[in-house]
């Protein structure tokens, strides 16, 4: 699936290439700035084997978000991410849906109208990009996952605190400041 190496090398390098060696799972580290922060970006590129070659358990353990993408001239990686959203319907993380080679619509075999179902069905975002022409439209991918991700991280970090503090139920807003001793204590 060179769409999904195309979008991952294009974000990664902001350079494009069109043929990709497709030897097995790639990991690839990169740094960049969200919002004014520097976020580390842990990449895990699969290549399925066959169209029932779907990523394992310990894959979706590992991620905190995904950007399942396919070619809008390919009907066959459209029917695989679907199956894909499918077998995560367990896991519960953000999921962008990316249609690639949006140049291409003389060749096109998956319509706009059916990427925008299948990402309402899935309550995930989705985009049509071409990575071949498309830097920034590519990095925003990522960036923008990097802020769902970041949102449901605090999100679940004050729930904790919540927790621990036994306040359940609370619809107030505590503030918590750090002193010079590093503790976290609440301010009322």
């Known amino acids: 699936m060179e769409d999904v190496e195309a979008l991952t090398v294009r974000f990664l390098t902001k350079r494009y290439i069109g043929e990709y060696d497709h030897q097995g799972d790639t990991k690839y580290k990169h740094e960049v700035m969200v919002d004014g922060e520097p976020i580390l970006f842990e990449i895990l ?4 084997k066959t169209d029932e070659d779907f990523p394992s358990n310990e894959v979706y353990n590992w ?19 679907r199956h894909v959203k499918q077998e995560l319907e ?13 140049d291409m619509v003389h060749l096109r075999q998956v319509s706009t109208e059916e990427g925008e179902i299948l990402a309402k069905d899935f309550e ?3 985009n049509e990009v071409t990575a071949a ?3 920034s439209q590519v990095a925003t991918i990522f960036h923008e996952l990097c802020r769902e991700i970041l949102s449901i991280r ?18 107030s807003t505590r503030t918590y400041l750090r002193g010079k001793s590093d503790s976290a204590l609440p301010k009322e």
């Open 63 to 81: 991620a905190d978000g995904l950007v399942l993408v396919f070619a809008i001239t390919d009907r066959k990686s459209f029917n695989y991410v």
């Open 133 to 135: 022409e498309q830097v």
């Open 45 to 48: 590129d699969t290549c399925p």
């Open 124 to 126: 995930c975002s989705f």
């Open 154 to 171: 605090r999100k679940n970090k004050q729930s904790l605190l919540d927790r621990m503090l036994g306040n359940k139920n609370s619809t």
């Open 90 to 102: 367990t896991f519960c993380f953000p999921v962008c849906l990316v249609a690639n080679k949006a």
